[in-house]
Structure formats: structure tokens, C-alpha cells
């Protein structure tokens, strides 16, 4: 059964940063596309960032691109999501995802 558990959301500033954390296990991690995706308020997912399984090339939704980075350790099974400069339009509950799964989530709330 394909489990992914986040950790890292919080409450930042406007320009703050947070690194999220994706716990995953179920699955040979290191051989699947993870992705990062997230929902805000009122709002339909949206699709933020991804990285593949070999040469871990990532990919980025344009409104991320130089803010956020995305990366993965095969060793521990975990996708991170290090979010900078962030914006009260980041605000949202972020999900780490592969294939139609995803996780519980973790909140990112930015406000002064």
C-alpha cells in the first residue's frame, strides 16, 4: 500500500521560506516520478513541481520557478520541497503525490 506522510508547513512571513519533507513507503520510491502539488483555499490542485526517477530532472509550474526546489533521497524514500520568498498566494496545503496517490498534506499559511 503506497503511504506519504508531509511534514514542514507552517506560518511564515511574506519572503519567508519553509523546507517540506515527504515520508514515503509502500513502493520502490527510486523508481517513480514524485511529484508536489497543492491546493489552496476555495481553489482546484494545482500542480507545483516534479522530479524523475533517474536523472531526477525536475520541472517547475511557472509561478514557483526560483522560489521553490524540489529533490529526493532514494536512500531514505523522501521528497523534499524547499519553498522560498514566499507569497500570500502560496498559501495552500501541499501534497507530495505519485501516480493518483497522494498524502494527508501539510498546511503553508503566509501572511504579515
Known amino acids: 500500500e503506497v503511504q506519504l506522510e508531509e511534514f514542514g508547513g507552517g506560518l511564515v512571513q511574506p519572503g519567508g521560506s519553509l523546507r517540506l519533507s515527504c515520508a514515503a513507503s509502500?513502493?520502490?520510491?527510486?523508481?517513480?516520478?514524485m511529484r508536489w502539488v497543492r491546493q489552496a483555499p476555495g481553489k482546484d490542485l494545482e500542480w507545483v513541481a516534479g522530479?524523475?526517477?533517474?536523472?531526477?530532472?525536475?520541472t517547475y509550474t511557472d509561478s514557483v520557478k526560483g522560489r521553490f526546489t524540489i529533490s529526493r533521497d532514494n536512500a531514505k524514500s523522501a521528497l523534499y520541497l524547499q519553498v522560498n520568498s514566499l507569497k500570500p498566494e502560496d498559501t495552500a496545503g501541499y501534497y507530495c503525490?505519485?501516480?493518483?496517490?497522494r498524502g494527508r498534506g501539510t498546511q503553508v499559511a503566509v501572511a504579515s
Open positions: 522530479i524523475g526517477s533517474g536523472s531526477g530532472s525536475e
Open positions: 509502500g513502493f520502490p520510491f527510486k523508481n517513480y516520478h
Open positions: 503525490a505519485v501516480g493518483a496517490a
